[in-house]
Structures are given as C-alpha cells and as structure tokens.
C-alpha cells in the first residue's frame, strides 16, 4: 500500500464520518426545531445545530473537493 493510497483510503473514511455527523446534526436539529415543546430555547437550540450544520456541509464539501483535485493532480504526473 502506497502513502497516496492510504491518504485517499483515510481521506474517504473522514469525508464519510463528516457527512454522517451532518446527517445527524441535521436531523437533531429539525427534530428540536420542529417538536411541540413550548420551550423557545430549545426551538432555538435546533435552529443554531441545523445552521452550524449547514456550515458544516459546505466546508465538507470545499475542503474534499480541493483534497480530490489535489490527489487527482499528483497522480497524474
């Protein structure tokens, strides 16, 4: 196994772990956001999780782009 290899094979596994995590926070947060508590904090603490993930995704998606551009640079020359 070559060190691009096992960069690529680990980049895949935390890309893969990111996007599960915002799948999550997503769903956590809608479910607070939109559940029948008349607590407005904790409506509002679904809200912040939902924009946080949201934030979260795009640099995901920036950071995994430019990773793969990169490694597909490299191989290449």
Sequence with gaps: MSLVTFIE???????EIGWSLFILAWAVGWALRGSPI???????????????AIIAAFFLAIGSTIFYLISYIASQV
């Design 9 to 15: 094979n680990l980049t895949s596994t935390v890309t």
């Design 38 to 52: 008349p607590i407005f904090r904790i409506k509002r603490g679904g809200q912040d999780i939902v924009e946080d």
